[in-house]
């Protein structure tokens, strides 16, 4: 039984006393039995939590309390079991870091096509499609004909487009990230670089995956996740794709079979990345795991 409830949110507005926030955020989640990760800057709120029915109504009625918060954007899907191992609220500089400084979402963005508009938008003749996410994100899944950035981070994202942007001269600029925020930023960003027709997908790859019918997709693949699912499919189902705990990144059961595979210590994308002590320290950290496992399994 799908007794979990997962919450994706964030809000663009503005905090004032951060170290307060943080205090009340962890309180809420800890009572209310609530793990995941929310981050929290003078820019607004990001994260994604889980827990029972009533914790993350507890926790999602706090949140929509805080100044700008009341129409938050938000998306729900549901898990067997828990995705998250801790609690983490953390205080950053930015809630999605792009690093520019003059970037206002708050302030501006660009047009919003809804995921059942997406299709029809998204093929027309003077519409280009970005997908605003990271290189490993994309590989295992993206819409039919997106450009390909192949930013390493987000960061990255504004020097590609200056590089770029010539080739996109009088088209329609079409969007898309994993929930939307990201698209928040890269809009707005856009706009301040003059680029008029810039549209993005409201609620992002989550939204269409929840919304859009599968015969109906233009969506190849499965959407990578920031936590223990790794990975989703139509109608938010979960995938198939595991994590390398060493570099964070998606694995196939294909790329198990990579002679540089070894579980929780290296795959064929960082096995070069760690010095051999570094993966001796994996190893035991691997070791304690299947240990923790086989003492619940005993329970």
């Known amino acids: 039984m799908t007794n979990i409830k997962i919450l994706a949110l964030y809000q663009f507005t503005y905090f004032e006393n951060l170290l307060g926030l943080q205090k009340s955020l962890k309180s809420i989640c800890e009572n209310s039995a609530v793990l995941?990760?929310?981050?929290?800057?003078?820019?607004?709120?990001?994260?994604?939590?889980?827990?029972?029915?009533?914790?993350i109504a507890s926790v999602l009625s706090f949140i929509e309390s805080l100044p700008g918060c009341s129409e938050l954007e938000r998306k729900f899907s549901f898990a067997d079991k828990m995705p998250f191992l801790k609690l983490r609220v953390r205080i950053?500089?930015?809630?999605?870091?792009?690093?520019?400084?003059?970037?206002?979402?708050?302030?501006?963005?660009?047009?919003?096509?809804?995921?059942?508009?997406?299709?029809?938008?998204?093929?027309?003749?003077?519409?280009?499609?970005?997908?605003?996410r990271n290189d490993y994100e994309v590989a295992i899944g993206t819409f039919n004909?997106?450009?390909?950035?192949?930013?390493?981070?987000?960061?990255?994202?504004?020097?590609?487009?200056?590089?770029?942007?010539?080739?996109?001269?009088?088209?329609?600029?079409?969007?898309?990230?994993?929930?939307?925020?990201?698209?928040?930023?890269?809009?707005?960003?856009?706009?301040?670089?003059?680029?008029?027709?810039?549209?993005?997908?409201?609620?992002?790859?989550?939204?269409?995956?929840?919304?859009?019918?599968?015969?109906?997709s233009i969506w190849t693949g499965e959407c990578f996740v920031f936590d223990q699912r790794v990975s989703l499919k139509h109608e938010l189902k979960e995938g198939t794709y595991s994590l390398c705990f060493a570099c964070r990144r998606p694995i196939s059961e294909f790329d198990k079979l990579n002679c540089e595979y070894e579980e929780g210590v290296s795959c064929h994308n960082c096995f070069d990345q760690h010095s051999p002590k570094r993966?001796?320290?994996f190893r035991e950290r691997q070791e304690q795991i299947k240990l923790k496992t086989q003492r619940k399994d005993d329970e």
């Open 36 to 55: 995941g990760s929310l981050l929290i800057a003078p820019e607004g709120i990001n994260g994604t939590i889980a827990g029972d029915e009533l914790g």
């Open 92 to 132: 950053k500089k930015e809630i999605v870091s792009m690093g520019q400084s003059q970037v206002k979402p708050g302030q501006k963005v660009g047009n919003y096509i809804t995921a059942l508009d997406w299709n029809d938008f998204i093929l027309g003749d003077d519409v280009i499609v970005i997908d605003t």
């Open 279 to 281: 993966k001796d320290g």
């Open 145 to 216: 004909g997106a450009v390909n950035p192949e930013t390493k981070k987000f960061r990255d994202f504004p020097k590609w487009w200056k590089k770029n942007a010539n080739k996109f001269i009088d088209k329609k600029i079409a969007m898309f990230c994993t929930g939307g925020i990201r698209c928040e930023k890269s809009t707005n960003y856009l706009l301040q670089q003059n680029q008029k027709n810039v549209f993005h997908l409201k609620g992002g790859i989550l939204k269409y995956l929840e919304t859009v019918k599968a015969e109906d």
